[in-house]
C-alpha cells in the first residue's frame, strides 16, 4: 500500500468510502448488511487502508454507527484516520450534529472534518450559519485535527469558498472522464494553487469508468489484459501528485482488493498507457454524446419548432451526468421533445448524421424530474 505524509500522519492514498457498503439482500435502500459489511471493512484494515471517509446522510444515516461499530470499537484509535461531514440540507443543527457524530462513532474526535458538497446553491447557507467558527473551534480543542470540505461547485465558487475558511485540504470528484469534459482539470488547479491536498471522490465516476463501451473497453484490454477496466481510473488518479488519497465506496472485498492492488503496485501509467487511456477515453465520450455543431441547418424546417441544437447540447451534458438538463428542456421556450413528430426533415439537413428524432423519443421518455435515468450516475 502506498502512504503519504500529511501533518506528521502517514495516512494511504486509498481511502475506504462506506456510502456503498453491501445492504441486506443487495436491495436499494435495504439496511446495510452487516457481516458482509464488516467483512469488507476487515479486508481493508489487513491490506493497510488507514483513511475511512463516512458522512451524517450515508445509508439513510446508519453509516457512522456502522462504523463506529466495525472499525473504531474493534481497532486502537490511532491506526487510522476517520472522516465525516457536516451537511447542512440534511440538518442544520451543526452542535447536535457533531456531538451526535461524535457518539455514533464512538470516538472523542474526528481527524478529518468537512463540510459536505458545498454548490453553487448551498455556499451561502455553510457561510451565514456560524458552522465554519463552530468547527473551528472544535479544531482548536483537538475534537476536530484537520479541517476541509467537499465541493460540487463551479470554479469560481469553490475558489469564494477557499477563501472563507482555513481549510487544510478539499475533496472533489477527479476522475479521467470529467478531467477533459468538465470542469475538473480548472478545479485540481484551483485548488493546486491554494497550496492544499485533494482527497477523491468518485474516481470511476460512481462505477461508470468501471466499463466503457465494448470497442473502449477493447482498447484498454488489448494494452493490459489482466488489469480491470476500473483499475485504470485508479491508475490515473495516482498519478496526480497534488492527490492525497482517493476514495472508492467499495462494496466487496474483490473490489478492495483490486483497489489495494492498484496502489501496491510499484507502477503506475507509462508514457504509453497515458496514451491508450486518453484515445480510449476519447472513444467512450465520443460514442456517449452526439456531435452537434450548433450549426443550426435543421432549426428553419422542424415543423414542432424545436431548438435542436439546444436540445442536444442538454441532452449530452444529461449523458455526462447533469441533474438539472432534462428539467431545462422542459423550461424551454417553443416546442419540446414530446412535440417532434418523427418527419425526419432535420436528420436530412444534418451534416453530422444525427439522428435527431431518435433522441427527441428517448427524452420524451425520461421524466423531467429524473434526468439521470439513462445518464451517467453522478455524485455523491
Ligand atoms: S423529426 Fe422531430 S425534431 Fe426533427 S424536424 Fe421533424 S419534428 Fe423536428
Ligand atoms: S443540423 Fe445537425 S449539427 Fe447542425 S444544429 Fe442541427 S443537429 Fe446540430
Redesign the pocket.
Known sequence: MEYREFHGQMISRLGMGTMRLPRVGGKDGAPIDYEAAEQVIDCAYDNGITYYDTAWPYHEGTSESFVGKALVSRHPRDTFALATKFNYRANPDYRYVFETQLERLQTGYIDFYLMHAVMDNSIDSYLSCGCIDYFMEQREKGRIKHLGFSSHATPPVLRRFLEAGDWEFVQIQLNYLDWEYATTHEEHDIIAEAGLPIVVMEPVRGGRLASLTPRANDMLKEAHPDWSIASWAMRWVRTLPQVQTVLSGMTTVEQVLDNVATFSAEDTLSADDLAVLEAARDAFHSELVVP???????TETCPAGID??EV?RLYNKIKMGSQTSRAMIANMEGGHPEDCIGCGL?VS????G?D?PAIMAELTEIPAENATTRSIPKKD
Not at 452537434?292 to 435543421?298: I, V
Not at 439537413?349 to 453530422?352: A, K, L, S
Request: proline share 12%; glycine share 0%.
Open positions: 452537434c455543431t450548433a450549426c443550426r441547418y435543421c435542436i441544437p442536444l432535420c439537413q444534418c451534416p453530422q444525427i435527431t
